[in-house]
């Protein structure tokens, strides 16, 4: 069965950094584009940034531009998101997502981790 | 950037009544590139649609996607118990974005 196990949040203060990781099993994971997707509580989902199965970035939303970095290693089926200089507004819980059913290279998320929670709070 | 707007922001109906919800776009999207999730308390979204309206794997026929250019339908035609959520359009043409979601619950 295919999952998506996030882990990495936790506390943080305001200006540190965390990397949340996202362990992949039961689908061939270099195959396929993933993508991190937070959301603040009570709130609705947002995009927060995507990479291509061959590691080139798609993308940062500009609410995360120049602090967050996604990474993947395919040997260890995860993806990464390295979060640098950490706001109170960063604080969700954020998702993994894998992409398929994609048209042009545009993808929806067909599978969603259960999420890991940041809590950036001085 | 593309903003979706979704309507109603909360449904309330009882089971085994019709929904019928809303997402506009602030621009044109390709009908390839609209989904819709579900998202249940303490759940992560599921898939229920891609390419506006290809139901994805495992999505009973009650659910039901429509639309073009800007403006986006998701219809459950009778309500089960189940059913009652928040849904969320998206759009993964340009960039990807989310629309603010509509919740359905129970009246």
């Known amino acids: 069965e295919a999952q998506l196990v996030e882990s990495g949040g936790g506390l943080v203060q305001p200006g540190r950094s965390l990397r949340l990781s996202c362990a992949a099993s039961?689908?061939?994971?270099?195959?396929?584009?993933m993508h991190w997707v937070r959301q603040a509580p009570g709130k609705g989902l947002e995009w927060v940034s995507g990479?291509?199965?061959?590691?080139?970035?798609?993308g940062y939303a500009d609410s995360v531009k120049g602090r967050f970095t996604i990474s993947r290693d395919n040997a260890k089926n995860s993806l990464y998101l390295h979060m640098n200089s950490l706001r109170a507004e960063d604080t969700a819980l954020y998702y993994c997502?894998?992409?398929?059913?994609?048209?042009?290279?545009?993808?929806?998320?067909?599978?969603w981790g259960r999420g890991t929670l940041v809590t950036v709070s001085s | 950037e593309i903003v979706l707007t979704q309507s109603p922001g909360t449904l309330s109906l009882s089971p085994g009544e019709r929904a019928t919800l809303s997402c506009r776009a602030s621009?044109?999207?390709?009908?390839?590139?609209l989904a819709w999730y579900q998202q249940k308390p303490g759940q992560a979204p599921r898939l229920l649609f891609y390419?506006?309206?290809s139901r994805a794997p495992g999505i009973p026929d009650r659910f039901s996607g429509s639309g073009s250019g800007t403006d986006f339908t998701l219809t459950i035609s009778r309500l089960e118990p189940e059913d009652f959520a928040v849904y969320y359009c998206?759009?993964?043409?340009?960039?990807?974005?989310f629309g603010p979601g509509t919740k359905v619950d129970i009246k």
């Open positions: 997502a894998k992409t398929d059913y994609c048209s042009a290279s545009s993808c929806p998320f067909d599978l």
């Open positions: 621009q044109s999207v390709s009908i390839r590139y």
């Open positions: 990479i291509g199965w061959n590691r080139v970035s798609l």
């Open positions: 039961g689908f061939t994971f270099d195959d396929f584009a």
């Open positions: 998206q759009q993964y043409g340009t960039s990807l974005t």
């Open positions: 390419g506006a309206s």
